[in-house]
């Protein structure tokens, strides 16, 4: 059977946890090296501390170390093993060898040292003292002992004594606990000391972001307005950014709010126009005025239905221009659809549509949102164009530009009504034709949106000519 | 006499050398015996009996077998019969039993009693101090002829030197080769201060005779075949003193050596239970008691009432005490070669101006 083991999402923890967990490795293992290294260093230090005894005891003996008549005479003197007594519950062992390792005095079953050893230890320096030091057991115990030499010489004599001293390690090992402990105590207040730093540190350093969420919290729901809070320069970012975020949803409130209320009057003005003429229509009794009236009503109803059209595709499009992303789109073959689309109803409104363009025009751009924009100036084109004229439509592309042109014959626009033709619902004052006053401005969306700019300019003799220009480098 | 109801046990083995001694006092159990104490002891068996006796009364189910050997023999023997060891080893030579512990021949012991101790009286819990006996100067007052008596070294060496020829050969001190204790306290004091010398050089010049008992010692003293016994350990100078009033027990000002009669349970023991059962009921109250009441020892406890106690030792004289601690600057006394240096020194002093009737008077 297979155990899934479920491995914590780390990237979920909080911060405070995340923070938490790796300085406390850390500290732990700082710790636990200053625990080795204190132990090791206890342990240097009492070894050392006890060695001197050692070797203290050894050098006062081998003062009172002489020949008498010949003879190595060891006259111990009870000060060394009061040195030793400093360690109080050690046992001693000692003994002391003349030249050719003789037996003079002392345990005569000492354990030697490491034969190398002492006969090269220190003896580069030409000193009368050599000395070594040595581990081993001895009657069941561990013992530590020091192997001194001492040159002795007298006029018709010379050889090297050896004095050995051992001394179990109780003392040593209780000064090397002790030490070791006051260390591991110190290390373990270090150790609490630092985790509570930082765990304030850490505490202080995510409050401003406790304050800024108590902040967003607090807020009601359509409160936008920016923040404005007193943070570190890290989580100022983030509290730009939110300020970003909540104006630009707020120009979108208004947008909405606006585009609502306009679309509202422009569909209750027709709809109440509507009603008086039908009601007109009832009353009337001479058939020929109420044919003239019916048939005005079906305008109306036509103005009103393009009219919601409009508002319709341009809600669409504006959640398209939103949501989806652009795709490499060909442009050339869009237009021309576009144009083969409307060539009927054009024709039957006696205008003519041209189209001449280059190939293979390729662009990253939103395919819906285009096919609206080319839709609507052409539409609007054959509105406004007169029967038997013509409307010449225009794509060409060179290194850095892709441009669109639309060109018609019909009235034109004023100069002066240019720039408002984009605003939403703006009919031109002598304007006759139907329309929703929609188009255009949609256009100038579509257009913006891909960073292209909508120029409008005459055509000679008379008519517009609509020109929209990509930047082929700045399209999306 | 008392004594004589316990001494049932026999002279077991008296071979020609008197050091080779050993006397076995058997003592049955009071009750049904269910185990048998064996006791290895350098002390006098009449100096301890009172405690055996209480402690048998305590635990009647126990046998006790105690050995009396003279302290050296007790360490030798210790060491020939290894591994078979007594359950105990108690002895007034600190020196040889330290060694034997050193050695790693005891084992380690620790009760309420033995804690109680204090630090220079017990030594890695294995070996425990049990009484506190100060070597002393006994005088014989009456050769002194309303002079006053003399409170250290420094006066008993003038008063030797005035007095002459009236102490020559009436002065008396222990045969360090073959008592213990005397080893155990001329050495400490030769390692201690440098008067030894002095006191040395007097003694052999006034022809010192040499005893290898305490008993023998104070039984001359009393007689007044001598007047001066040095070193003699103080437990036994008062109880003699309390005989004969013309003993005067001083403890010498300048300083006063302490020894401590000491005990420890071999390692080997075939019955420490008992052995340590023992070794409380010695280092409690009431054992301690009757080493003051009874057998004139001087209980190691402060808290032991009696003429013959610690605190009374401490209160009444004016006298440092130094007691010889338990610790390894003992071993420099068992050394072998330190020794022969020691006794090189003192049969120098003692051959050469060898008086006849000087000879030590052998009665172990």
Redesign the interface.
Known sequence: MWLKIRRPDVSRWSIRRKLLCMTSVLLIAVSLLGVRASQTYAQRSAQLSYDRLLTGAALQIAEQIALRHGKVVADLPRAAFETLALAPDDRVYYRILGPDDEHITGYDDLPSAPATRVRHAGSADGDTFRKVFFDARYRGEAVRFVVLERLLTETDFSGYIQIQIGQTTLARTSLADEISLRALQLIGLLFMVALLLVSLGIWMTLRPLERLNSALARRSSVDLSPLDLAVPREISKLVRTINHFMQQLGGTLDGLQRFTSEAAHQIRTPLAGLRSQAQNALDEEDAGLRQRQLNRVLESADRLSDTVNQLLSQAVLAHRLRSQQTEPVALDQLVREQCRQLALPALEQGVELAYDGDDAVLLQANAFALRQMVQNILENAIRYSNPGSEVQVRLEQDESYISLSVADQGPGIPDAEKPLVFERFYRSPNNVRTGSGLGLAIAKDVASYHRASLKLTDNQPAGLVVTVRFHRRRVL | MRLSRLLTGLLLSATAAALQAETLWALPAKGTQASVLQIHGGADFVAIAPVLEAYQRKYPSIRVNYHEFGTRELYNRFLADLPKTPDLVMSSAMDLQFKLV???YAQPYRSAETQALP?WAR??NEIFGITYEPAVMVINSGFLDNETLPSSRAELIDLIRRKGDQVRGRIGTFDIETVGIGYLVWSHDN??TASNGRLLESFSLHDTQLFSSSAAMLQQLALGNIVIAYNVLGSYAHAWARKYPVLSVVLPSDYTTVIMRSAFIPRASGNAPDAQRFLDFMLSLQGQQILADKSSLYPIRDDVSGETSAQNLRLSYSSPLRPIPL???L??QT????RS?ILEEWRRAFEAPRGPGASAADDQ
């Open positions: 050193n050695d790693g630090d030594w890695r390692l201690r610790g390894v600057s071993l420099v050394d072998a070669m330190k240096l």
